[in-house]
């Protein structure tokens, strides 16, 4: 089955600086990547996703790349706050009758000291 | 528009007895998926339903069901509980194949 590897498990940055976080995926037939923010004691939140159709997507401070090729896709925050603070999910999905499943990566501990 | 509900927000259990976990979805959304979230294994996929029919399962024993309603509304029931089996789970609704999933709150589970 799908298997999804996310790095880095935790990362710190100053106010204002950029984050990446990047994951793998395992199965070529993904077609689906979504992005979950998941705050201390809250429900995971959509904060971006991409279709395999597609390399590169933005939304304000907040961007996704993929790369088909290498099996690997990347979430990127510009200018970011200390709000940004959270937990950080990828996931994959095959699509079709398995779009419900999705295969999530470990985990991203995003830190934003002021 | 009301988001995801699942009830109760928490359980206490003992090993062996059995626990039912329910999951209203947004209105107009026809798939709930569910999933176990652990400090160490992260987020992982139960099962997931559209239109009353299970469509997909995941790597979980035959303890872990549940069942769609007419109404969209999912149940998932744990059998003979383990102490592993403490977690928070949480369901996802879409209006079904290729949409966004929204999460519930989740209901958080302890074994004793």
């Known amino acids: 089955g799908e298997n999804v590897e996310q790095h880095p498990s935790t990362l710190s940055v100053q106010e204002g600086d950029s984050a990446v976080i990047k994951c793998t995926y395992s199965d070529s037939a993904s077609n689906y990547f979504p992005w979950y923010k998941q705050e201390l004691g809250k429900r995971p939140q959509l904060i971006i996703d991409i279709r395999s159709n597609v390399g590169e997507k933005k939304d304000q401070r907040i961007a996704v790349t993929l790369n088909k090729t290498a099996k690997h896709f990347s979430l990127h925050i510009t200018e970011t706050q200390p709000e940004d603070s959270a937990v950080y999910f990828c996931a994959a999905s095959i699509g079709g009758t398995s779009y419900g499943k999705l295969t999530f990566g470990q985990g991203t501990i995003l830190t934003v000291h002021p | 528009k009301a988001g995801v509900t699942q009830t109760p927000r928490y359980l206490i259990k003992t090993r062996g007895q059995q626990v039912t976990l329910s999951c209203s979805p947004i209105?107009?959304?026809?798939?709930v998926s569910w999933y176990q979230q652990t400090p160490g294994q992260g987020l992982q996929f139960l099962f997931e339903?559209?239109?009353?029919?299970?469509?997909n399962k995941g790597n979980f024993p035959g303890r872990f069901s549940g069942r769609q309603f007419s109404n969209s509304r999912s149940e998932m029931n744990v059998s003979t509980l383990e102490l592993g089996d403490s977690a928070l789970y949480l369901c996802?609704?879409?209006?079904?194949?290729?949409?966004?999933?929204?999460f519930g709150a989740g209901t958080r589970l302890s074994v004793l």
């Open positions: 996802a609704s879409s209006l079904g194949p290729g949409n966004i999933q929204y």
């Open positions: 209105s107009g959304h026809r798939s």
């Open positions: 339903y559209f239109s009353e029919t299970q469509r």
